[in-house]
C-alpha cells in the first residue's frame, strides 16, 4: 500500500475555488460499471488529467487531489481498479484490496483507462465543453500505469508517475514500461524519493535509458531524502519535497499544451 488510510495529499485548498465535484459510474469497453470521481474547474485552464491510484484502487486521497487539481483550473477524473470484481458499492476502511489486485489485469486497466480519457473529453462531462489536452498521473501502482498510458494510443499531452516501478515484472502481469519505451507517444515526467528502498538508482537509470534510446522527451526528478509515498500531508519532514513536486507537476501541465 503506497499511502496511510488516513493520508492527505499535501496541497492546500484553494481559498474561495468553487468547483463541481462527486463521484459517479462510468460503463468501460466490456461493460463493466466502474467507479470513478470527476472534479471540473471553476476556472479551466484546457487541461484534463487521469489520476490514478496505488493498490488500494479509488481512496479518498484521490477524490481529494482532483479537487486540488481542479481549484488549479485542471479538469479531473480519478477511477477505480476493481469494478470487475468489487463492484462499485462503497468500502470501509477495513476493505482488503489484495485479492483484487491479484485478479487486475492490464487489458482491463487499459479499457477502463481508454473509457476515463474518453469521459475527460467529453462535453457532456464538462458542461458543453472539453479539455483539449489530457494528462494522466499515477502513484506508485498508479504510477505504473500513468507511464504506460503512453503506449496506448490516447494522444496524451503527457505521462505522470510518482514513485511508480518502470521496470521488472508485476504482479498483475502488466508490462515494463521500460521494455515499451519505443511505443510512448507523449513526453513522461517520472518523480521519485531517493531513500526509496524498491525502486533504486538503478531501476531509474534503466527507465531513463530506455526512454533516451527511443528519443522519447522525459524528465526524471529525484528528491534525495525522500522515501516511497512522500507526497503525504502526514509526512511533514518531506514537505519541501512535497511542495516541489506539485509545482513540478503543475509545470510539466503547463508546459505541454495542445
Known sequence: ????????????????????????????????????FRAAAAEPTGAGILILPDV??????????????????????AIDYFGRTAGVGARGPDFDHAPHVSQTT????????????????SPEWTDGRAPDRIFSIGFCMGGRVSFLCATLGLGLGGVIGFYGWPAGPHRT???????????????????????????TPEI????????DAAGVEHRTIVYPDAPHSFFDRKAEEFADASAAAWQETLGFIRSHPA
Request: with cysteine; glycine share 12%; net charge negative.
Open 1 to 36: 500500500m503506497c499511502f496511510d488510510l488516513d493520508s492527505h495529499p499535501p496541497i492546500p485548498p484553494i481559498a474561495g475555488g468553487a468547483l463541481d465535484a462527486g463521484p459517479l459510474t462510468l460503463d468501460s469497453e466490456d461493460g463493466t460499471p466502474f467507479r470513478a
Open 106 to 121: 492490464w487489458e482491463g486497466l487499459a479499457a477502463d483507462i481508454r473509457t476515463g480519457v474518453a469521459a475527460l473529453r
Open 56 to 77: 488500494r484502487g479509488l481512496h479518498p486521497y484521490y477524490e481529494e487531489l482532483a479537487q486540488r487539481f481542479a481549484e488549479h483550473g485542471v479538469d479531473a477524473l
Open 204 to 211: 531509474r537509470a534503466t527507465f531513463d535509458q530506455a526512454l
Open 173 to 199: 502481469g502488466m508490462p515494463a514500461p521500460a521494455d515499451l519505451a519505443a511505443s510512448f507517444d507523449a513526453p513522461a515526467l517520472a518523480i521519485y524519493g531517493g531513500a526509496d528502498q524498491g525502486i
